[in-house]
């Protein structure tokens, strides 16, 4: 089955401890995502990146950072969370950057 | 930078009646326009799509307008059902992809 995988799904944690957000496609996709999601914002492009190695900023880039060492997987990396972190964030994944993205289930982050 | 307003914020409307939500984008050179539908619990999917060189594209009871004129497009639902009940986010894309805010939309009985 076609999908986008994130892990965790839910994690409470506490400002400071360094945490990584995994996210995996088995769609063979060139293109992927992460985003945030706030009540009332939408969604917020957080990086992308466009193929292996290659990574650039979205809107929201402060405070986070990604690797695209193999085509699969994109993980987020939050160095030391703080509680304005504290959101519900999707990965997304498309064949290129301008077609239709399959997202994940989000994953719900607390940082207290 | 690319700037996306999307409205309304909350829509009801009563089962088989149409709903429209609008969309405008600031940037004249944005080229791609989706249209994604969250359930509750799930990540967007795409429901709809169109690129700048098209005006209207439909998909059974889903259609969508472009005017790249007036730098606005619009989601058109006819036929509501009860499981449209759901969250909508437009999108334009530049060299970046920017999200409206969304619209809940409520399906009446």
């Known amino acids: 089955e076609a999908q986008v995988t994130q892990n965790p799904r839910y994690l409470i944690t506490v400002t400071g401890k360094k945490l990584t957000v995994t996210c995996s496609q088995n769609m063979n996709h060139e293109y992927m995502s992460w985003y945030r999601q706030d009540p009332g914002l939408g969604l917020r492009q957080i990086y992308y990146s466009m193929n292996v190695e290659v990574t650039d900023k979205g809107d929201v880039p402060e405070g986070y950072k990604v690797s695209r060492k193999e085509k699969r997987n994109f993980p987020l990396i939050l160095e030391s969370p703080s509680p304005n972190q504290t959101s519900l964030y999707f990965c997304?994944?498309?064949?290129?950057?301008?077609?239709?993205?399959?997202f994940g289930d989000g994953t719900r982050l607390s940082i207290l | 930078g690319e700037n996306v307003e999307q409205h309304p914020s909350t829509l009801s409307v009563q089962e088989g009646d149409s709903a429209v939500i609008k969309c405008t984008y600031s940037?004249?050179?944005?080229?791609?326009f989706p249209w994604y539908k969250q359930e509750l619990g799930k990540g967007p999917q795409l429901i709809i799509d169109?690129?700048?060189?098209?005006g209207e594209k439909k998909d059974q009871r889903i259609a969508v307008t472009l005017n790249k004129t007036a730098k606005h497009f619009s989601l058109h639902i006819t036929e509501t059902q009860p499981e449209d009940s759901a969250v909508y986010f437009c999108?334009?894309?530049?060299?970046?992809?920017?999200f409206g805010k969304g619209t809940r939309l409520h399906i009446l009985p």
């Open positions: 997304a994944s498309s064949f290129l950057a301008d077609q239709p993205q399959h």
């Open positions: 940037d004249s050179a944005s080229n791609y």
């Open positions: 169109i690129r700048s060189n098209v």
């Open positions: 999108a334009a894309r530049d060299d970046k992809i920017i």
